[in-house]
């Protein structure tokens, strides 16, 4: 049997992550011999188990010991998945958070990108070990006992709910990356309205300034005394006209 373990690293540092390592199992009628690179937690787990037994039953079962060894690999994946779903959760709030700035934007995507990775990565060693342990638990292998298949079964069910905790953790970020795409289009178009609104708010004095601007000599304006009060006046009741109209439409 080849199984993959994972390790996590502590949180806070700069790999909050988790790190994988490769457990190869030869398994016999009389014996269980294992090899790893790595040092795994897992595996000193059941030793110090062992050790602890009482007449060394657990020593004398080579079907059993290897239970032990796939339990404790499957127990360890239980801290790397609580702490993907408080780093999801922490980007739920940030997706929905009212404040949001460019910087605080970037540092959320890179957030995102990172996570997906880590459940992807996640997931890929799942389901090989679930469809390794699903054809020892179908009773498939001689060397190990009717009585120990429910175990192994067990194992596969605790697999397989990883699994589906996984996919579930993959189908909020997704819904997470789609809230914030529409907060981001939902903040621009804010910005385009306030934009919209502050052209048409100059657009009166642009266009009387403009008209009466252009220093023809047979302009009769020019030359009334109150050419310029009716001008004032004009562009004063334009602009609020505009900006009355732009607060109907809730652009300012």
Known sequence: MVAHGIEQTPAGTQADAFNTAE???????????????????????????????????????????????????????????????????KIEESVLSSESSTKQANLLVAKLLEVRVRINRLREIV??????????????????????????????????????????????LITSFDLFLSKSDFQANEGIKTLTALTALTLPATLIATWYGMNFENMPELKSPLGYPIAAIVTVLLTAAIWLWCRRRRWI
């Not at 188990?49 to 060394?56: D, F, H, L, P, Y």
Request: glycine fraction near 6%.
């Open 127 to 172: 389901r090989p070990l679930r469809d390794v342990v699903g054809r020892l638990a179908s009773g498939e292998s001689q060397n190990l006992r009717p009585a120990m298949l429910p175990y192994f079964r067990d194992v596969r069910d605790d697999l397989v709910r990883i699994d589906a905790t996984a996919a579930d953790y993959a189908d909020r």
């Open 23 to 89: 457990l190869d199992m030869f398994l016999g009628g009389n014996f269980l011999v294992t090899f790893h690179r790595a040092e795994m937690r897992p595996i000193q787990t059941v030793m110090e188990r062992c050790a602890r037994a009482s007449g060394g039953i657990v020593a004398r079962s080579p079907d059993r010991l290897a239970h032990l060894l796939l339990d404790a690999l499957v127990e360890n994946f239980k801290p790397v998945t609580e702490r993907l779903l408080d780093q999801l959760e």
